[in-house]
């Protein structure tokens, strides 16, 4: 009997160590020699200390600031540990309820109607660091009234921090939110 366990056991040792030790130190090792920024959760910095992510979206509530498109994640808005969609069909009351009283409150501030898309549905994953050109654009009057700056300016700002799909063809339109708050505090 140990003659046909002692193989399969075998096995799963070496596939262990192949494929849950080696390839990811690997893999690992590759992405900190290529692309170490990326490799380690493209951190942004400001005075030494790091403040975020390029890669996962942060509540703003200012007026101060844009704000990001809703995240799903629980128990707080963009919570890494708990990504996930709502996952709320078309046909669900609550999303309907949520929809609606995100469109009133950014009406209510300001935001032409139609109102974009993003700035009232969430991502996939809920933690989307992006918003669309649409929505970013919509916010500038807000900012520029909270902040005392020049509409155009603060337009300006967005029309910078506009990134392209990828490769031209691969995805929308973005800017990232925290990003773009940091350039604005910068002026």
């Known amino acids: 009997m140990l003659n046909h366990i002692r193989p399969a056991l ?9 494929t849950g030790l080696a390839y990811p130190l690997a893999i690992n090792g590759i ?13 942004i910095e400001r005075d030494g200390k790091i403040i975020g992510s390029a890669l996962v979206g942060q509540t ?9 498109r809703p995240s799903a994640t629980g128990p707080g808005p963009y919570n890494a540990a708990a990504s ?6 078309t046909t669900s009351v609550k999303l ?3 929809v ?8 209510a501030t300001g935001v032409a109607q139609p109102v974009p898309g993003d700035a009232v549905t969430t991502s996939g994953s809920g933690l989307d ?18 902040r005392g700056l020049e509409p155009t300016a603060v337009a ?14 691969i995805g929308e339109a973005r800017v990232n939110v925290l990003e773009l708050n940091l350039a604005l505090d910068a002026l």
């Open 96 to 98: 309907k309820d949520r």
């Open 84 to 89: 996930s969609g709502s996952n709320l069909g």
């Open 10 to 18: 075998t096995l799963v040792i070496a596939m262990t160590v192949l």
């Open 156 to 169: 300006a700002l967005v029309a910078q921090h506009v990134e392209n799909p990828d490769f031209g063809v």
């Open 31 to 43: 992405a900190q020699a290529v692309l170490p920024d990326k490799a380690n959760g493209s951190l």
């Open 129 to 146: 660091p992006h918003v669309s050109p649409a929505f970013a654009e919509a916010q500038v009057a807000r900012v520029a009234t909270a």
């Open 60 to 68: 703003f509530t200012s007026d101060r600031y844009f704000w990001p």
């Open 100 to 107: 609606t009283a995100d469109v009133a409150r950014l009406t």
